[in-house]
């Protein structure tokens, strides 16, 4: 009997913010990737925005890398498209 994959939570609100993405507009084209998700304005701290940054790096390495392979590089290592969270910019 086969195994039957289901998903957790952060795959599920992965997959709805993929959709709401498609349908929806926005004034930028970056406007609706989010790197962190908050409760409330109070649980923006020093700890969120490091997380923030360390996800939006993660995101930009991510990209840059399927970028240079769909491009038809030979030998591409990931550490050659790494982001440092330190260079990224609080906004």
Do not use: C
Not at 30 to 50: C, G, Y
Request: charge should be positive; hydrophobic fraction near 35%; aromatic fraction near 6%.
């Amino acid at each position: 009997m086969r195994r039957v994959k289901y998903l957790n939570n952060r795959d599920l609100l992965a997959e709805i913010h993929k959709s709401k993405g498609t349908y929806s507009s926005f004034v930028e084209t970056d406007d609706h990737i989010f790197d962190v998700i908050v409760p409330t304005l109070e649980k923006i701290n020093i700890r969120s925005i490091a997380l923030a940054k360390k996800n939006r790096a993660k995101k930009l390495t991510q990209l840059a890398w399927e970028t240079a392979k769909e491009e038809g590089q030979k030998k591409i290592k990931l550490t050659d498209f790494t982001v440092s969270p330190r260079k990224i910019d609080k906004t």
